[in-house]
């Protein structure tokens, strides 16, 4: 018989002396290896209830002797750094210098002041007063050592052991090429680029903080290397590869503590590349290769991804609104008009209180009608354009000065297009002889707008069409009562 098939309970007859000694030795084999599973684990809660040596080896003490509730409680609170724990107490007492934090030396403690330090020397921005560059432009002062370079180690990430697969492959070749990690030589290629760039030999610190934060990525040290290496091209006039620079410092270290200034760097990048775009186009508007201030490709699209880096970076900062209105401009200038709309009601709705609210507003108005493509056409800009006069005369008239006048001019000009629009309606039922449809559009633009050259117009059709009918004669009756009849 087969014994595989007895113990899957074919053999249903447990009486045969054979089946019955299979199965009686499974049922066996199936009891000691749970004992065998189960020994195990009951040791390990064993251990477990047992107090490690060097806590047995420590005085006891009541949880209600502690007030405060215990080392634990001390240690979160930080009133008690050296009794971290029942095991170190024994060792704290022995030495005085780990019981107190004040008489602890080491890196530790030097990287701990260093960060809590402040530059001696704000960046200054693009507006602040230097040496005459770019418009008096001063560059960054490096921070002293011990206020970012006296850094320590334990504060580098720690690196896991990570599983991978064929599909890893690629990304572990592009590791081979990589610069390797060294701490050490990372801060000696950022002392050599820092005294580089207090010299204002720029090109030799771009080339060392370059090296500088390959050599250490993801560590405290990078976020001040791609600063000073924005700041070095920045000042070579290599604008595309400083822009792209502070792109990569907002993309890793989204709350820098060099925000300010790199959001004003990238404001004058943008309006240079802008103006420089405007008075010498690029080859079919997109390409250039000859000069290296700008980028080789769309220099008018990045300008605007620069003003876009700055509101999405430093949404409330100075400049957010200012970009925001350099960017409807550049719309208006190139004519996109619908864009430049857009872009002017949110300074409206996003900055309220900015000083280009009523600039944007009117640009607004012109930005709509500008974008009306005649009575035929949809006429939602020219409600959007009304909407937004009688918002500014009610909101702003005060503030207006000279532009009242031409405001209320430019509300007359919508005022005589929207009265266009119904009579042209009118015109094309008038020329298809629906004259009932034609009368009731002209004597709407009478309602509606009756100060307006339309309406004059409108006037003079309904004398004319008088007392024609409202439809037009049928002249196949006799296929008009085919199709109603098989309607029917």
């Not at 890196?107 to 770019?134: C, E, H, I, L, T």
């Not at 070095?232 to 993309?251: C, G, I, M, R, V």
Request: aromatic fraction near 12%; hydrophobic fraction near 35%.
């Amino acid at each position: 018989m087969n014994t595989w098939r007895c113990f899957l309970g074919s053999c249903k007859d447990r009486s045969r002396p054979r089946c019955r000694e299979h199965f009686v030795s499974r049922r066996a084999g199936i009891v000691l290896c749970s004992l065998a599973c189960l020994l195990p684990s009951a040791a390990g809660c064993r251990s477990m209830l047992e107090l490690p040596p060097a806590a047995r080896n420590q005085p006891s003490t009541a949880p209600s002797d502690d007030e405060e509730g215990g080392w634990l409680f001390r240690r979160l609170t930080g009133q008690d750094a050296a009794a971290d724990d029942p095991a170190q107490a024994h060792s704290a007492q022995a030495d005085p210098a780990q019981a107190d934090p004040a008489q602890a030396t080491g890196p530790v403690q030097a990287a701990s002041v260093g960060r809590a330090a402040a530059p001696s020397n704000a960046p200054s921005g693009p507006g602040g007063q230097g040496d005459g560059q770019r418009g008096g432009q001063e560059p960054a002062a490096i921070p002293r050592d011990d206020d970012a370079l006296v850094l320590s180690t334990s504060d580098a990430p720690v690196e896991k052991e990570e599983t991978w697969g064929i599909l890893d492959l690629p990304e572990r070749l592009v590791g081979l090429f990589r610069p390797k990690r060294d701490e050490a030589l990372a801060r000696a290629l950022f002392q050599e680029g820092a005294s580089a760039y207090q010299k204002r030999d720029y090109a030799t610190a771009a080339a060392r903080f370059r090296k500088a934060a390959a050599h250490w990525p993801d560590s405290p040290l990078e976020e001040d290397t791609l600063f000073y290496l924005g700041e070095s091209y920045y000042f070579l006039d290599q604008y595309p590869k400083a822009n792209e620079t502070y792109d990569q410092l907002l993309k890793k270290y989204e709350f820098t503590r060099y925000l300010d200034t790199v959001v004003r760097r990238q404001f004058a990048i943008g309006r240079y590349w802008e103006q420089v775009e405007a008075a010498r186009p690029a080859f079919l508007g997109v390409l250039q290769f000859t000069d290296a201030t700008r980028p080789r490709f769309d220099t008018w699209g990045r300008a605007l991804k620069a003003y876009q880096s700055v509101r999405l970076h430093d949404p409330t900062g100075p400049l957010a609104d200012d970009s925001l209105l350099a960017t409807a401009n550049a719309y208006f200038l190139k004519g996109r008009y619908e864009e430049a709309a857009y872009h002017y009601d949110l300074i409206r709705k996003d900055y309220p209180r900015s000083e280009h609210v009523i600039p944007a507003a009117l640009l607004g108005i012109k930005s709509y009608t500008l974008s009306y493509q005649g009575p035929v056409y949809d006429g939602t800009p020219l409600e959007k354009a009304e909407e937004i006069s009688d918002d500014v005369l009610a909101l702003y008239a005060t503030e207006l000065g000279d532009d009242r006048i031409r405001l209320i001019e430019e509300k007359n000009r919508i005022y005589e297009e929207k009265a266009s629009r119904d009579y042209a309606i009118g015109q094309y039922y008038d020329a298809r002889k629906y004259y009932g449809a034609a009368r009731y559009y002209y004597r709407l633009v009478l309602h509606d707008y009756p100060d307006s050259k339309a309406a004059v117009m409108a006037a003079r059709r309904i004398r004319e069409i008088d007392g024609l009918p409202d439809k037009p004669p049928d002249r196949f009756p006799w296929l008009t009562r085919w199709f109603t009849s098989q309607d029917d």
